[in-house]
């Protein structure tokens, strides 16, 4: 991992495996389980930091290629990440995920009370799948021609408040949801098929070089070449 990456993370701690012992589960303790690579995971860890809760939400990183099996037994049948331990249960899904910690714990609040703008933001929040999906489908074909409208999209949404960079004017949980994916997809378009995603897209240039001035989100990133190399390993290998 670069010295470039590392200079803005805060201390780690090495994922659990299968030899792990668990945590001392339900002992009052509030712990989000990621894992340091996945997206999903990175939208609530982010919310986590923005929302400064590292001393009220532990971290308890997982390893995916190696998971202990107390965590699908104790912590979340479904052996996902993220998953939340609070107040005796276990919640999953990283969109209801992000909700759920914005509402419940103290800190800055991440969705507008704005009724224009709380609308235009559920609305985002519901198409964050299908961007997922198009822009990922994309890379099997024809990339750049295919993922255009997607990257087109954020563009347009991105104008329409002018009152901030971000999906909502101020940053928000639109901004969690759809940040984790573009990291990953930016670097991916650039080596694979020496492509800008931003190129022609100011708005979105701005929004990316906007989100990376966060330390709450800049604390979680990967390696770039870390995620190039995942995804060629990925997608090459099926064609």
Known sequence: MSMAILGVQAFRPPPLTSTSDPPSLFDGT???YISYSCPYAQRVWITRNYKRLQDKIQLVPIDLQDRPAWYKEKVYPENKVP????NGKVLGESLDLIK??????EGTP???GDPA???FGEHLLSHVDTFNKDTSSSLKGDAVHQASSAFEYLENALGKFDDGPFFLGQFSLVDIAYIPFVERFQPVFVDLFKHDITEGRPKLATWIEEVNKI???TQTKVDPQEIV???KKRYLSQQ
């Open 30 to 32: 509030t712990r989000l």
């Open 83 to 86: 998953s939340l331990e609070h």
């Open 100 to 105: 759920y910690v914005d509402a419940n714990f």
């Open 110 to 112: 991440l969705f507008p």
């Open 117 to 119: 703008k709380k609308e």
């Open 215 to 217: 330390d709450a989100y």
């Open 229 to 231: 190399d995942r995804f």
